[in-house]
């Protein structure tokens, strides 16, 4: 048994040293490029970043923000990602310890993160991510609370879910609501969660996504057929529901129990 200093110390190296590769994962997957070549580089004059310059968060702060070579602003977008990896991974050792349900959580928490980004810059949400995500979390229900039937009724639901809802908005509005991304990214959710787990997801990132619809329609930024990236809300909810979902069903249950 590890002391938990230890694993709280460990998850969230890893975490950091995750966020820094996600960072790489989120500029370079929309545009086509390899996650593995070329080494980092400096945005502005191309100088590969050297590895003493590339320890997470802390490379940032004694840098003073700037690249080393032309002393161009780097964004503070790099330490903050790879401080809340570090976070969420700290968080999710504590949850589980060094256990088997806790390689399953890291890679969900990595995988949602990187949605979120991706989708809020790019507008997509990477077939190399959900693919793979979907079997993946059906083979984590083995060790995780979900049960297996539950993960695959969820892979099924969460993609025939969103894609009916993207056909009955096309079909109201003229306009795609929603993408092939959205639904295989709600398939991936769906295994990892359980269909409980995903219909609360795909309803609190529904509550979500009209809060922020609203909001930017009051301030005169967006009208009622502004797109919004759905897996920028999904993504979040669902690493949330991984983490408190049970208690949130649980809770809600026994407020309706008469």
Do not use: Q
Not at 12 to 37: D, E, K
Not at 215 to 225: F, I, P, S, V
């Amino acid at each position: 048994m590890y002391p938990l200093w230890f694993v709280l110390t460990a998850t969230g190296f890893l975490g950091a040293v995750l966020g820094s590769f996600l960072n790489v994962c989120v500029y370079r997957i929309p545009r086509g490029l390899s996650v593995v070549s070329p080494p980092s580089a400096c945005p502005s004059c191309g100088e590969r970043i050297a590895p003493y310059d590339n320890v997470p968060v802390l490379a940032w702060l004694w840098l003073g923000g700037k690249c080393r070579r032309c002393r161009s602003a780097i964004s503070p977008r790099y330490p903050v990602v790879e401080a809340l990896t570090a976070a969420v991974f700290v968080l999710l050792g504590w949850r589980y310890g060094f256990h088997l349900e806790l390689i399953p959580a890291l890679y969900f928490a990595a995988a949602m993160i990187a949605v979120t980004l991706i989708d809020f810059d790019a507008r997509i949400i990477p077939d190399a991510i959900t693919l793979p995500g979907i079997p993946l979390g059906i083979l984590a229900a083995l060790v995780t609370p979900v049960t297996v039937p539950s993960a695959a009724i969820g892979a099924v639901l969460g993609f025939v879910l969103l894609w009916g809802l993207g056909w009955g908005y096309r079909k109201a509005t003229g306009v795609d609501g929603m993408g092939g991304g959205d639904v295989k990214l709600a398939a991936m959710l769906g295994a990892f969660l359980g269909w409980p787990g995903l219909v609360l997801t795909v309803f609190g990132a529904s509550l979500l996504g009209t809060v922020v619809g609203v909001a930017l329609m009051a301030r005169g930024k967006g009208g009622r057929r502004t797109a919004l990236p759905f897996g920028t809300f999904l993504a979040p909810v669902g690493l949330a529901v991984y983490l408190w979902g049970p208690a949130l069903i649980h809770a809600y249950l026994s407020l309706a129990r008469p």
